[in-house]
């Protein structure tokens, strides 16, 4: 990955750990599955009206709006509903990323390189060390629903790098005709055919529900439009191996946005594993240029990663 491109997935970590903060106000409020739903419902009008279908195959596209857009977020919403830590759920949602690796070279044949392995393991090794630390917040249901987000998050990136769409941000927009459907019936089923319509007609009644829209118009435009647009992208453009592990960035800037809007108080050891984290994903996506060849005649520039 170039230096623009690692720096477009560290926006999209920013954007996504604080995204964290906005489920997290639209939860007070929202039933966990409607909002779910609610989240991909208000941008189905205009994106029917508005973006060209994406050229790719049906299958691809069903798939990614299926895993990427609608499991992976029942599963977060609903675990941090029933008690999943904000700063947590950010933490263990990244799981993605090693998911991600390892489904890439199971079902796609991706190589993945030592030094990529070695910065992953990095990693991973911040990120247990962050959940052992604060394991203890959180009943092990949560984080195991959590963990289906995560698989579910993984199977969807592998999706848009098979679509391969000309267009990526018209294929991270129309996946949201795939998931309102499922999501308002799933609803409907488990919390109520009127439980969801009620919070939102009485959402402009109240500070939270008030709070709760600005976390969905968070949510919908910035992190699904802008976030998911830019990690279409790059996956678009990079192996899964290469990118993916961006996403164990999230964290870091969930952490932190948890200390500063929501008052949470990051333990030194969740800091110095967070630094962890970030050393483990530089490590893995800077790749060494290799020597200039010495030669008697003029020597030509080496070119630099593509």
């Known amino acids: ?12 970590a920013l954007l996504w750990g604080f995204n964290f903060i906005a489920i997290d106000f639209a939860l007070r409020h929202f039933p966990p599955i409607f909002f779910a739903g609610l989240r991909f419902a208000v941008l189905l009008v205009p994106v029917l009206l508005l973006v060209p279908r994406p050229r790719v195959e049906w299958r691809w596209l069903l798939g990614y709006g299926l895993c990427f857009g609608t499991l992976q977020f029942v599963f977060l919403f609903i675990a941090m509903d029933v008690g999943m830590p904000t700063g947590l759920a950010s933490l263990v949602q990244q799981a993605s990323a090693p998911f991600t690796v390892v489904l890439g070279a199971l079902l796609l044949r991706e190589r993945i390189g030592g030094r990529q ?39 969807g990136n592998l999706c848009a790098r098979k679509a391969a769409a000309p267009n990526p941000l018209h294929l991270s927009l129309w996946i949201a005709v795939v998931p309102p459907l499922p999501m308002f019936a799933l609803s409907a089923a488990i919390e109520g055919p009127s439980t969801g319509w009620h919070a939102l007609a009485t959402a402009f009644t109240s500070v939270d529900g008030l709070a709760a829209l600005g976390g969905l118009a968070y949510t919908a ?13 790059l996956m678009n453009r990079h192996p899964a191996s290469s990118v993916a592990p961006f996403a164990l960035l999230v964290p870091v800037v969930g952490f932190a946005a948890a200390w500063l809007v929501l008052g949470e108080r990051p333990h030194p050891v969740e800091l110095t594993a967070g630094a962890v984290v970030v050393l483990g994903v530089l490590f893995g996506s800077l790749r060494r240029r290799p020597p200039e060849l010495r030669s008697t005649g003029p020597r030509e520039p080496v070119a630099a990663e593509p």
């Open 221 to 233: 435009g910035i992190a699904t439009v802008v976030g998911a647009g830019l990690w279409t992208v």
């Open 1 to 12: 990955m170039n230096r623009a491109d690692r720096l477009l997935a560290c926006v999209v």
């Open 117 to 155: 392995l070695v910065g992953i393991a990095i990693a991973v090794l911040g990120m247990a060390a962050i959940a052992w630390h604060r394991a203890q917040t959180a009943a092990l249901l949560p984080v195991l629903i959590t963990l289906c987000g995560a698989l579910s998050w993984a199977f």
